[in-house]
């Protein structure tokens, strides 16, 4: 039975993917995570926590980024690991290459929408961040050409304002019930 997934982090900025990402790779051991705002700034010569200039957001960028996430994660997921891919993925033209991967490497790919009350995102997007240059203009910007929820995706929708612990392993279940959905459909 086939266990391995391609799972995407569904949300505008500010709702809390990356801190519910990171407890979903703690869970799943030897998950393999790409964070799209570390991968830029990585292949641009930046360290995570260097802020990038706005035109290091162009569509040109964008791709490069993207690219380098597709061929990583088909790789793992040809090896038999899972991979989570951290980044807004807030239009479905930016979900389907990735679609189209799991397609190509016979695995599911599965999203978690995350989503929280805008005053929570504003406050959010007040306060330094990790890696993530986003800020309440974008996120509003954004907002404007949102397809959310994924709904060409099996997903979840999570409230990004619930416990992120708690919230991952109820993830968790679901994924597991999906993959035992996907390896009868399959058989």
């Known amino acids: 039975m086939k266990k391995n997934f391609l799972l995407l982090m569904v949300g505008l900025p500010g709702v809390g993917k990356t801190t519910l990402a990171r407890h979903m790779v703690r869970l799943w051991r030897g998950m393999e995570m790409y964070e799209s705002d570390v991968i830029r700034k990585r292949l641009l010569g930046y360290s995570p ?12 960028v964008n791709e490069r980024t993207f690219s380098f996430i597709r061929r990583e994660a088909e790789k793992n997921l040809k ?6 891919v951290d980044a ?8 389907k290459p990735f679609m189209e991967l799991g397609f190509r490497t016979g695995v599911p ?6 989503f929280v009350p805008e005053e929570v995102v504003k406050e959010r997007l ?6 993530s240059d986003a800020t309440y203009r974008v996120y509003l910007s954004m907002k404007e050409e949102a397809e959310l929820p994924p709904n ?8 990004g304002t619930a ?3 708690t919230t991952a392993l ?15 459909v399959k058989c």
């Not at 807004?88 to 979900?95: C, G, H, S, V, W």
């Not at 060409?152 to 409230?159: A, G, K, N, T």
């Open 163 to 165: 416990e992120p612990y």
């Open 152 to 159: 060409e995706l099996f997903h979840l929708s999570v409230d």
């Open 49 to 60: 926590q260097d802020t990038l200039p706005s035109h290091l957001y162009s569509n040109t």
């Open 79 to 84: 090896r038999g690991k899972s991979v989570l």
């Open 109 to 114: 790919t599965i999203a978690v929408h995350v």
């Open 170 to 184: 109820r993830v968790s279940a679901w994924i597991e019930g999906v993959l035992k959905v996907f390896n009868k």
């Open 126 to 131: 007040t306060k330094p961040r990790e890696t």
């Open 88 to 95: 807004t993925f807030i239009r479905q033209e930016y979900r």
